[in-house]
Nanobody, 115 residues
């Protein structure tokens, strides 16, 4: 089993920054993908940023240039640096880890951006 523990969410004013962390523990072998998703109230969960094992990254158009995903392999931890936050970034952010063929999700951390 793999456990994902997220931290770093909170309340911030528009234009501010937050840094999310997701630490993975348990039976971790080769991680294929680590990433972040979010779900706003009344909307479907969407991909925000992902990083594949080779280091390549992909961002949603709505966060490009503002968010940065990074990873500490020694700590099995993935980060999401969020700058220039907007009210529309509000939602529950979920960490995602793929160790093929299994997919794991964190419990979610709330991010609220006030205008």
């Amino acid at each position: 089993q793999v456990q994902l523990v997220e931290s770093g969410g909170g309340l911030v004013q528009a234009g501010g920054s937050l840094r999310l962390s997701c630490a993975a523990s348990g039976s971790i072998s080769r991680i294929n993908v680590m990433g972040w998703y979010r779900q706003a109230p009344g909307k479907q969960r969407e991909s925000v940023a992902v990083m594949i094992s080779g280091g390549g990254t992909n961002y949603s158009d709505s966060v490009k240039g503002r968010f940065t995903i990074s990873r500490d392999n020694a700590k099995n931890t993935v980060y999401l640096q969020m700058n220039s936050l907007k009210p529309e970034d509000t939602g529950v952010y979920y960490c995602n880890l793929v160790i093929a063929p299994r997919v794991y999700w964190g419990q979610g951390t709330q991010v609220t951006v006030s205008s």
